[in-house]
């Protein structure tokens, strides 16, 4: 268990980073209205366990570096509970880029799962 | 979890900031930002649960000020990483640089090869020439064209060798496998594309150009490391006879151009490390430029 456990952990590290901004994207293009970092964190919650349960502080890192890169568009608003929260909503760029992601996305998780049938369990 | 829980919010940022300790002012804002706006919104929606319980439960969904720390830490290296231009090496000063060829491993590598060279080069060019005129010999016999065939194979074999010198004195990157054969590829063709390779040709080159290259680079390494060992030496020797803490049977003097021996000695130990350090800056300068040399004739020069 021991020798797996590091293996499993960076195994799901590496998969993280390499989903962690699909998800996000995926997310904001399904909104209707803009959302801030802990709803999107919620959500993606919800939605079930995985690589980032856990790990939700490395949502915050994400959504800043898709903002600088166009994908997405954010704006602050003051909120009563705390500091003021930024909204963030999907940009058209960042709807391109969505479906170009979903494609490679498609294709990927086609090619794993017809590797792994009949792989012994 | 670990040493304690925090209790409230402020504690929990505190913990953070603790953990992130060390690390760049603007991430640990940011990270205190982010944590603040995800605790604070997860109050709110949770009315009717105290601060303390609800930051019990956060360690399974935003995870522990540690685990945070970590995250943003290695977020902000492939970030920092993506939009930081390399660095350029320090320049040294020329005085440095002069005196550094003493600390570089190539020197060394390329003085050992010249050394060796002389060795290789009698054994490359004894073997080609044998070779050669064996299989010219018995071209007369049936055994003379397998014979030929096997020789030029020892060649490649061998010019693969010589890479591998080459790689480890002279630090130029120099192939590890043969060149690929189709694995299907009858014998027949395989002969054929060992002698319509131009390389295996300069390969034989190669080895006979070595003798005289070798001969040249072992006499050359030779003489100046001995000179300047001995223009180093002769001063210190001087004064230690004149110290009377060493004694010749001969007699030990110091000549040049009518200096006294008491003046001439220091020029001489200044001339003799200029000169040594000069030499090691040559012999490095001609292990790259054999290592280039060897690199286009052995490897480069057929590649497609």
Do not use: C
Request: hydrophobic content about 50%.
């Amino acid at each position: 268990m021991n020798e797996v456990d590091p293996l499993v952990r960076k195994f799901q590290k590496e998969l993280s980073t390499g989903t962690v901004s699909f998800l996000l994207l995926a997310q904001l293009a399904k909104a209707d209205a803009p959302l801030y970092g802990y709803q999107i964190a919620k959500q993606l919650e919800q939605d079930g366990d995985g690589v980032l349960s856990g790990k939700q502080s490395a949502l915050y890192p994400v959504l800043r570096s898709l903002d600088a890169a166009g994908l997405l568009q954010s704006e602050v608003e003051p909120s009563v509970a705390g500091p003021p929260r930024r909204y963030y909503r999907i940009t058209d760029f960042g709807r391109e880029v969505f479906s170009a992601w979903r494609s490679t996305w498609q294709q990927t998780q086609t090619l794993v799962n017809t590797v792994l049938e009949g792989a012994p369990q | 979890m670990n040493a304690y829980t925090p209790k409230t919010i402020a504690q929990y940022l505190d913990m953070l900031k603790d953990a992130l300790r060390g690390a760049d002012a603007s991430l640990i804002r940011d990270a205190l930002y982010d944590a603040e706006e995800y605790l604070r919104s997860e109050l709110a929606a949770n009315p009717g649960v105290s601060e303390a319980e609800l930051l019990a439960g956060v360690a399974n969904s935003y995870g522990a000020p540690e685990e945070v720390a970590d995250i943003y830490r290695d977020t902000e290296v492939t970030v920092q990483k993506a939009l930081t231009a390399p660095k350029k090496p320090a320049q040294a000063s020329a005085f440095k640089r002069f005196f550094a060829v003493s600390v570089d491993p190539h020197t060394y590598g390329a003085v050992f090869y010249m050394l060796l060279s002389l060795a290789t080069g009698i054994f490359y060019f004894t073997w080609v020439t044998t070779g050669l005129s064996m299989s010219a010999g018995l071209m007369i016999l049936i055994i003379g064209i397998p014979f030929f065939i096997l020789f030029m194979a020892s060649v490649y074999a061998i010019s693969l060798v010589e890479g591998r010198l080459v790689e480890t004195l002279l630090g130029v990157r120099m192939p590890r496998r043969p060149l690929y054969q189709a694995k299907h590829s009858g014998w027949l063709d395989r002969i054929k594309a060992l002698f319509s390779d131009s390389r295996t040709w300069l390969s034989l080159m190669y080895m006979v150009l070595m003798l005289p290259l070798g001969i040249v680079y072992f006499t050359l390494a030779v003489a100046l490391l001995s000179i300047s060992v001995s223009l180093i030496a002769a001063p210190v020797l001087w004064w230690l006879v004149q110290l009377g803490w060493v004694s010749f049977y001969g007699d030990a003097n110091i000549s040049m151009g009518g200096l006294n021996p008491a003046v001439a000695s220091p020029l001489l130990l200044l001339a003799g490390i200029a000169l040594l350090f000069s030499s090691l800056h040559l012999m490095r300068a001609i292990g790259q430029w054999h290592g280039r040399f060897a690199k286009h004739v052995l490897v480069e020069s057929g590649a497609d």
